[in-house]
C-alpha cells in the first residue's frame, strides 16, 4: 500500500468578472465611505479597534479579495489530518509599536495615493495591489 494522496481544494473567492462588477457598482464607493469611517475612527481612541478591523477589511469590502488562509498536513497515527488556520502575525506589541511610530500616518498617505491611482484606467492594478496591502502598512498585519 503507497502513501496516500492529499488534496486540497482551497476556495479563492469569486472570480475576476465577479470582483470587476463588484467593485464598478458597490466597491468603489463603499470603500470610500469605509476608508474615511476608519480613518476618523482611528483618530479617537475609543474608535481605535473598530478603526483599524475596518482597515484590514479594506481589500475584502472594495474588491472581494478572500482573506488567506495557511494549511498545516501532519500525520497520526497513520491518520492524515489537514487544518487550516490563518496567517501566523507579528507579536502585538510589535505591531503596536509600528502603528504609533510609523503605520497611522503612513497608511494615510498610501490610501491617498490608491485612492488618485483609481482614478486613471493605466494604474488601477497598482491601486488594486495597493489596497490589497493597507493591513501590512497600516498594523504589519499578514494577509
Do not use: E
Amino acid at each position: 500500500m503507497g502513501n496516500p494522496v492529499v488534496v486540497v481544494n482551497q476556495s479563492r473567492g469569486p472570480g475576476c468578472l465577479i470582483r470587476i462588477l463588484w467593485f464598478l457598482f458597490l466597491g468603489l464607493w463603499l470603500g470610500a465611505i469605509v476608508t474615511v469611517l476608519a480613518w476618523g475612527l482611528i483618530v479617537t481612541i475609543i474608535g481605535l479597534p473598530l478603526g483599524l478591523w475596518l482597515l484590514n477589511r479594506l481589500p475584502q469590502i472594495m474588491t472581494l479579495s478572500p482573506a488567506k488562509q495557511g494549511v498545516g498536513v501532519t500525520i497520526i497515527n497513520g491518520t492524515t489530518v489537514i487544518s487550516t488556520t490563518s496567517v501566523p502575525q507579528h507579536g502585538f506589541l510589535t505591531r503596536a509599536i509600528y502603528f504609533l511610530v510609523i503605520g497611522w500616518w503612513f497608511s494615510a498617505v498610501w490610501l491617498i495615493l490608491a485612492w488618485s491611482l483609481v482614478a486613471l484606467i493605466l494604474t488601477m492594478p497598482l491601486a488594486f495591489w495597493m489596497f490589497d496591502r493597507v493591513p501590512q502598512v497600516t498594523t504589519l498585519a499578514r494577509r
